[in-house]
């Protein structure tokens, strides 16, 4: 979801750029207009997100998948495997494709809870031979998530963001490497956000594509190849706001928990009926999934919802059920009237 200003304002200058003279979706990647444009989209990413001058900040293409290649590519020490929690999907993914390149060790793994359950801090980053500790934030699609956020420890963390970036504060110097797709809070689909500590970076294989090289965008100032120009304005755009409405990623983050309690207390106040996905402990503020008994009460609830503007509630086909996700756009108002319907909804059976 974009907030209604973000699009106006897109709408407002789609035909032509203020001061420019033409669209967004025209001028050169290698125009002072854009130039303009990529300094203050990063610059607001510094800013907003508190990131150190020890961190260099890239906007890639190629998404998460992309990313899953490039990080033991760009981080793996020779002779040192890598550690990965699975906690999901994502991080399952992440694994099976650095496996192809590097030394793998699956440190922990939630399959067992079939992905409902989280590490503990004590179960983590305890090894100081692993080239680095990977793990996913939040897993959108069984709606589990760090909180908070594994700390600093022996090994360098690494952090897939995509789902949960912007949203709270993170320790950044904590880390060597973020990556975070910009669609759920940071703006439209082709952009990555890549944030990674310059002294981490490893000589990569000399056989490595020169895209899959993080040096090679680094020493281009982000323009190795021709950037996704118009996801870059529209991030810019979405940080813009972020610091007109909420001022801090503090308060985000309080908002994002005011809306997640809304929906797992209706959820909580009718177990008979609601049943959480994650525990109690592991609850995203992202994504909250829950099941009800049956196939025939979920085609109702989900008419039900369709019926009162609600969309897009069905659970991941490979999980079932329903899925809420809460991404800062959301109002606190959408949090509210799904609350209402579930208790609604509840009334009714």
Not at 273 to 286: E, N, V
């Amino acid at each position: 979801m974009l907030p209604d200003e973000v699009l106006q304002q897109i709408r407002d200058e789609l035909l032509c750029l203020p001061s420019v003279g033409s669209s967004i979706l025209e001028i050169s990647h290698r125009s002072a207009a854009f130039a303009t444009i990529l300094a203050e989209a990063r610059q607001l990413v510094r800013e907003i997100a508190e990131v150190p001058d020890s961190h260099e900040i890239l906007f890639l293409q190629g998404g998460s998948r992309l990313q899953f290649s490039v990080v033991p590519l760009n981080l793996a020490i020779p002779g040192k495997p890598a550690a990965y929690t699975i906690t999901g999907t994502w991080s399952g993914m992440a694994a099976d494709e650095a496996r192809r390149l590097i030394g793998v060790n699956e440190i922990w793994s939630g399959a067992n809870s079939h992905f409902s359950e989280l590490p503990s801090a004590a179960e983590l980053n305890t090894n100081e031979d692993w080239s680095y500790l990977y793990f996913a934030s939040n897993e959108t699609i069984h709606g589990v998530q760090f909180r908070p956020m594994p700390g600093a420890g022996r090994a360098p963390l690494v952090c897939d963001m995509s789902s949960d970036f912007l949203s709270r504060r993170i320790a950044v110097q904590d880390f060597a490497l973020i990556f975070a797709c910009a669609q759920k809070n940071a703006g439209i689909a082709g952009l990555t956000i890549v944030i990674v500590d310059r002294d981490r970076l490893c000589d990569v294989p000399a056989h490595t594509p020169g895209y899959l090289n993080l040096k090679s965008h680094l020493a281009s100032d982000n323009l190795y190849n021709t950037p996704p120009t118009f996801a870059i304005y529209v991030l810019k755009l979405m940080l813009l706001w972020i610091r007109q409405r909420f001022g801090s990623l503090s308060e985000v983050e309080q908002q994002g928990l005011a809306k997640a309690n809304l929906i797992y207390d209706a959820i909580d106040r009718h177990p008979n009926l609601y049943r959480g996905h994650a525990s109690r402990r592991a609850r995203s503020t992202a994504n909250v999934t829950f099941y009800l008994p049956g196939e025939a009460d979920s085609r109702q609830f989900l008419q039900g919802a369709k019926q009162r503007g609600m969309s897009d509630l069905r659970g991941h086909r490979t999980l079932g059920g329903m899925r809420a996700s809460l991404y800062n756009a959301m109002p606190i108002s959408a949090a509210q009237q799904l609350a209402d319907y579930l208790d609604e909804f509840a009334r009714s059976r």
